[in-house]
């Protein structure tokens, strides 16, 4: 399997001096499904905003499609690798869905036809309806709130998907329908999709790795 991301001894420490990451080792091949498990505070959204250059590595590095995360502009890196926010409400600024999804496309300056393109395509891999572009985000459930966040990423067409804590805040059945998009866009549209995550059954469920094939040959290092 090629390793799209290769992490090299990174380590992270936050402007107050809070040492997040140290000495962090890993690989992700294509097309796989990983789970970031760990305790509260123990680096895993640390490590995940790492990955697609929302912070640079204070040590170490982070290579993503060969490109080093240091000197590579965040335009680039989200290109490749997309971050969900754990709350949507915290990604989602526009005044409707449609200008959400085509922020980001319009941001890489992407001639309109092509943003067009992107939008639509988008909002049906998420199953976003027509008849809700126009309306704002905040008026959606959570999970469809969700969906429009990941519609914004996929519009980039990002190798990688994050998803930080994607079943926090949502009831049992909603658990599962995020969950069974999250597996659609890994299998059906051979997205390497990448969750944080407190539910081991998750893991259990969904995870491509035994859970010892990850800790003992890929992952090494320490979570502060």
Known sequence: MSQYIEVEQLGFRYQDGTEALVEVNLAIGDNEFIALIGQNGSGKTTLAKCLNGLLKPSSGRVLVDGLDSRSTSIVQMVKRVGYVFQNPDHQLFNGNCWD?????????????????????????????????FQEHPFFLSKGMRQRVAIAAILALRPKVIIVDEPTTGQDARQSIEIMDFLVELHEKHEHTVIIVTHDMDIVARHGTRRPWDFAARTLSGRFA
Do not use: C, S
């Not at 959400?100 to 976003?128: H, T």
């Open 100 to 132: 959400e999804i085509a922020y980001g496309p319009r941001n890489i300056q992407l001639p309109e036809p092509d943003v067009k393109e992107r939008v639509a395509e988008a909002a049906g891999v998420v199953g976003l309806p027509e008849r809700l």
